[in-house]
């Protein structure tokens, strides 16, 4: 729907639109980071909510497409991280920097008989799981798992070659 964000804090109901501060009333993902600001991703941008007031940033495909030479794949507690075309962002307080997904073997195989015009490394889906390990539900390529160091990328169990649009983690720790 496209009515914005409603809040229950134990005792009412509260809303948050675009009067609010919020860019746009129909929101697709909403994140918490390491300080407790609420991230929405919306179709107009993204809006950060501290508590008291949004701040609003261009949509993710907005942004510098290209990462700049010192931007190395790494992770913090406080990164936010946004789906991106054939990669993703990562937020760290207001910086958003571009980070495409690194080469697989598999992407010669798409390159052989792609099923889509958009890119197998096109990311749906992200999960930071509670040991700090990022997932990433990709367009055709199954999932790839980023521990920090290194890349592994799963396809087994008839993940790859369709779209991975969510990941979760469940009480146990199940991905």
Aim: proline share 6%.
């Amino acid at each position: 729907n496209r009515e914005g964000a409603h809040r229950f804090d134990g005792k009412a109901w509260s809303q948050f639109t675009d009067r609010d501060g919020l860019p746009y009333n129909q929101i697709q993902k909403i994140q918490e980071d390491a300080s407790g600001n609420l991230w929405f991703t919306t179709g107009a941008g993204i809006g950060r909510y501290d508590g008291k007031a949004f701040t609003t940033f261009p949509k993710p495909e907005d942004l510098e497409p290209q990462p700049p030479a010192d931007a190395p794949w790494k992770m913090a507690d406080e990164d936010v991280w946004f789906e991106a075309g054939g990669g993703v962002y990562r937020c760290n307080g207001n910086r958003f920097t571009y980070l495409p997904l690194p080469s697989t073997d598999r992407n010669f195989n798409y390159a052989q008989s792609p099923t889509s015009a958009v890119s197998p490394f096109t990311v749906y889906s992200i999960l930071k799981d509670r040991a700090g390990n990022l997932w990433l539900g990709t367009q055709s390529l199954g999932v790839c798992r980023y521990d920090g160091h290194a890349f592994t990328w799963f396809a087994e169990q008839g993940l790859a070659g369709a779209a991975v649009l969510a990941i979760f983690e469940d009480y146990a720790g199940n991905i």
